[in-house]
């Protein structure tokens, strides 16, 4: 089940239209095209609800994308590295969303810090292909498992807080 | 580092090359023939017996044999054992993972091997243990972009003769590898074989996949072995998977019987053989191809094992009947639009008897109330990329 915030929110993601994958040439074009408008979509939507989590981009090729996610508790920031490949087989199959700085810290991840998901997460994601993309991963998977773990991970104090000298 | 700690350090080498060398030291030499003279020096004896007891024509085909094993962990390792002793031309193997102490709930590796990658590893176990088996590593993750290219080429050139493999098998534990293992396989018309444990380590699978002729692993949404258990007492929290080392084991078994029946050419080889250990239930069926796959390269194989004359059609029409995949199968509701939406959809559909579809996805969907991105015209790729670092 998903909760009513979540569905919330992919509801207000806008959906893409191209079945294409990494391997398709132009059509992969077009669909990184709906990915970035699809991305663009959904941080606007979470910075003008104040809840601004994270950035991403790509390689020239859309193949890799990489970036930052960060979690607010009790007013302070934890921030995490982002990593993922775009699989062969995507749109059909997800990608694998890592936080490798976590990995070995919790036993909610797969080798190299892919994060676990949820049960509901494949059917939903395979009941929707191709229309959900990036963002919805982001939405849909990374979301929750952030907000069951870190605020964990913390109390256990297997993650402390960072000062940044930058913002 | 103190004086200790470097005598420790000291121990810990000449202990691995202890190891080595014994190792070595106990390596048998090559043999070219396999013999069935039944003597105590003879490691193919009683496996060349087969044939003298009329169970296999001709065991020692198995030299001139190649099989690709994707993934060598749990299954996989004792998969590549198995094949090993059996005396199999060549093995190519694959894996990006390295051995841990985490995995010595399993078979095959050992404590000492923790830190070396699985292939590597495993290659100098299964060399010592036989050394007329051809062994091949691949360290990389198949499911890249880039790597995959180098999949396909590998599994279509590294039989002993330099054509493709005679059998895949896939022993990997992710959805994602085992697309990508389909994807490869429809593309290069290669038979393969599925397997996998479910995470709640009390149920596996084995699946032989021909493509055209049995059903994909696209065809239709994941297979699951019911294991009665009922899903609201499953506590994952604070787990991704269980595995037990008899499951696993008892899969890789399966898998590597029916790898030899299929290729020795006796028995009858399952298209589909499930285990339920809580109950000790071995389902079986066969499935055939979704006519509608999401696989392009599935559609055209159907079609070419089609347009076969009957007689090289193995798999009658008699016999799929059981758990076909129908076109019309109404495959429960789905998606975002309504206030329906997003749950699980109805019960999953049971296919055979103790097997059913992991979840249900629907044939039609209608998304018309949600707004969708703008597919042509619009900002350049490299504008929405700048736009995006810029938030
Ligand atoms: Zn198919």
């Known amino acids: 089940m998903v909760d009513e915030s979540t569905r919330k929110t992919l509801s207000s993601i806008p959906l893409l239209q191209t079945k294409a994958g990494p391997r398709d040439k132009d059509l992969w074009v077009q669909r990184l095209k709906e990915e970035y408008q699809a991305l663009i979509k959904y941080v606007q939507n979470n910075k003008s609800s104040d809840n601004d989590w994270f950035r991403l981009e790509s390689n020239k090729e859309g193949t890799k994308w990489f970036g930052k996610c960060w979690y607010i508790h009790n007013l302070l920031k934890y921030e995490f590295e982002i990593e993922f490949d775009i699989p062969v087989t995507y749109p059909t199959t997800a990608p694998e969303l890592a936080l490798p700085e976590l990995d070995g810290k919790t036993a909610k991840m797969y080798r190299g810090g892919k994060i676990c998901l949820t049960d509901h997460f494949k059917p939903l994601w395979a009941r929707n292909v191709p229309k959900f993309g990036i963002a919805h991963a982001m939405a849909l998977g990374l979301g929750p498992w952030l907000a069951v773990e870190i605020p964990d991970l913390i109390e256990k104090g297997v993650i402390a807080h960072k000062e940044k000298s930058a913002e | 580092m103190s004086e200790i700690e470097k005598l420790r350090q000291r121990i810990k080498d000449l202990e691995q090359q202890l190891l080595e060398s014994q190792c070595k030291s106990a390596a048998r030499e090559k043999i070219a023939q396999m013999s069935s003279e039944v003597v105590d020096s003879n490691p193919y004896s009683r496996l060349m017996a087969l044939k003298r007891m009329g169970i296999v024509n001709n065991y020692e085909k198995i030299r001139e044999l190649s099989v690709a094993i994707v993934g060598v962990g749990g299954v996989g390792s004792v998969t590549a054992e198995m094949l090993t002793r059996c005396g199999i031309g060549k093995l190519i193997l694959f894996d990006y993972d390295k051995v841990e102490l985490a995995n010595m709930n399993r078979l095959f590796f050992q404590p000492h091997q923790a830190g070396q990658s699985k292939v590597e590893a495993a290659a100098k176990t299964l060399q010592s243990i036989n050394p007329d088996v051809e062994i091949e590593t691949h360290n990389y993750n198949i499911t890249t972009v880039d790597n995959f290219y180098n999949f396909i080429d590998t599994i279509s050139t590294s039989s002993l003769l330099g054509g493709p493999v005679d059998l895949v098998l896939s022993c990997v534990d992710n959805f994602e590898a085992r ?49 009665n258990i009922d899903e609201k007492t499953l506590k994952r929290d604070g787990v991704c998977a269980a595995s037990l ?147």
């Open chain 2, 179 to 227: 697309m990508t293992i389909n994807t490869a396989c429809n593309e290069l018309n290669l038979k393969w074989f599925e397997s996998g444990v479910s995470e709640n380590a009390v149920s596996g699978h084995i699946q032989f996949i021909i493509p055209g002729e049995s059903a994909c692993f696209a065809c239709a949404p994941p297979l699951v072995v019911a294991a």
């Open chain 2, 245 to 391: 080392p008899t499951t696993m084991g008892i899969v890789a078994g399966f898998l590597v019987q029916n790898t030899l029946k299929y290729l020795l050419g006796f028995g009858t080889t399952s298209y589909y053989l499930g285990y339920n250990a809580m109950q000790d239930f071995f389902p079986t069926m066969i499935l055939r191809p979704n006519p509608n796959c999401d696989d392009s390269y599935c559609r055209q194989r159907q079609a070419e094992y089609a347009a076969k004359p009957k007689v090289e059609q193995t798999l009658s029409v008699a016999d799929a009947d059981e758990g076909a995949i129908h076109e019309d199968n109404e495959w429960g509701i789905s998606l975002i639009d309504e206030t329906e939406s997003i749950n699980e959809g109805n019960a999953t559909s049971e296919i055979s008897t103790g097997i059913k579809l992991a979840y249900t996805v629907p044939q039609v969907v209608n998304t018309e109330s949600q707004e969708q991105v703008t597919k042509s015209d619009g900002p350049s790729l490299e504008e929405l990329m700048a736009q995006m670092k810029q938030i």
